[in-house]
């Protein structure tokens, strides 16, 4: 027998408030039981979940794990455009003239994460 992962956990400042933003970003819900000021807070996705856990440290490094999302109903520049109105920040620009490549943001509280070409795009 082998392990699955059942979400992946991330430390944070707000927990409710980055799992809200990330419920958002995915399509998700948080908990029934996750308020305001909670330490955790889960984000439910069709897919993996998110654990959110808040920790007294702040973020001083890059990541050494990130989420690439791929748009499901839209193109990549217009999911990017989605969650820079959502609060994200564009933290690097790899898209190319060619239609090809990515984009990096960060979210509410810093943490890296990339948003790449639809199914639709790469068909094309």
């Known amino acids: 027998m082998t392990s699955s992962v059942r979400h992946v956990t991330i430390d944070c ?14 399509g998700g819900s948080l908990g029934e039981d996750d308020n305001p000021g909670d330490p ?10 998110l654990l959110f856990i808040q920790v007294p440290e702040g973020k001083t490094v890059k990541n050494r794990l ?7 109903d839209r193109t990549r520049d217009e999911e990017v455009e989605r969650l820079l109105a959502l609060g994200a920040t564009l933290f690097g ?8 490549g990515w ?5 509410i509280e810093g943490n890296e ?6 199914a ?5």
């Open 66 to 72: 990130h989420l690439d999302l791929q748009p499901q």
């Open 113 to 118: 994460f990339c948003v790449e070409r639809s």
């Open 13 to 26: 400042a707000d927990a409710y408030r980055l799992g809200t933003f990330w419920a958002e970003v995915l």
């Open 40 to 49: 955790e807070a889960l984000v439910k996705t069709p897919g993996v979940s």
């Open 93 to 100: 620009d790899h898209r190319r003239e060619d239609g090809t």
């Open 120 to 124: 639709a795009e790469r068909a094309g």
């Open 103 to 107: 984009a990096t943001l960060a979210d």
